[in-house]
C-alpha cells in the first residue's frame, strides 16, 4: 500500500464535470492499495497517517498534526501508484488490487479515518476523477 499525502490549503474532486468533494486546509492523500494488502496495513498506515505532524506551529516549525490544526482530508483511490515501471515504457498493474477487493479496502480506510476525524471526504472509486489542489509549501510525503 502506497499513501502519497500532500498538505493543501484545499483541494478538489470532480467526475464529469461535477464537484463531489472539496476540503479547505488538510491532507489529499492518494492511496495505491496493492494485491497483498489488508487491514492490518491500512491500520498501520493510516495511524501513521494522521499522527503526521507536518504543519507549522507559532515558531515556523513543522510541529503540528491534522488534528492539531482542525484539519481535513480527502481521500483518493488512485491504483496507478502500483504501477511497475522496471520494464519498457508501458506500466504494468499487476500489483495493484483487483477492484472489488480494493474498493473494500478503500470504503474501509475511509471509515477509519472518519473514525478519528469528523472532516473526511472521498473521490469516487473507479471512476476518471479530476482532483484540484493547492499544495501547501509544497509538502509531500510518501507513506509504505
Not at 4 to 29: D, H, M, N, P, Y
Not at 73 to 86: E, G, H, I, K, P
Not at 103 to 122: G, S
Request: glycine share 10%; proline share 3%; hydrophobic share 40%.
Amino acid at each position: 500500500m502506497r499513501l502519497v499525502i500532500q498538505r493543501v490549503s484545499e483541494a478538489s474532486v470532480a467526475v464529469e464535470g461535477q464537484t463531489i468533494a472539496r476540503i479547505g486546509k488538510g491532507f489529499l492523500v492518494l492511496i495505491g492499495i496493492g494485491k497483498d494488502d489488508g487491514k492490518a496495513e491500512a491500520d498501520r498506515l493510516i495511524k501513521k497517517m494522521l499522527g503526521l505532524r507536518i504543519f507549522e506551529d507559532s515558531d515556523g516549525k513543522t510541529n503540528l498534526s491534522l488534528e492539531d490544526v482542525g484539519g481535513s482530508l480527502l481521500l483518493v483511490s488512485q491504483f496507478t501508484l502500483c504501477a511497475d515501471c522496471s520494464k519498457g515504457n508501458r506500466p504494468s498493474f499487476i500489483n495493484a488490487m483487483e477492484p472489488a477487493e480494493a474498493r473494500w479496502l478503500y470504503e474501509y480506510m475511509i471509515e477509519e479515518c472518519r473514525k478519528k476525524n469528523p472532516h473526511v471526504c472521498c473521490g469516487e472509486f473507479g471512476a476518471d476523477m479530476k482532483v484540484s489542489l493547492c499544495n501547501d509549501g509544497p509538502f509531500t510525503i510518501l507513506l509504505q
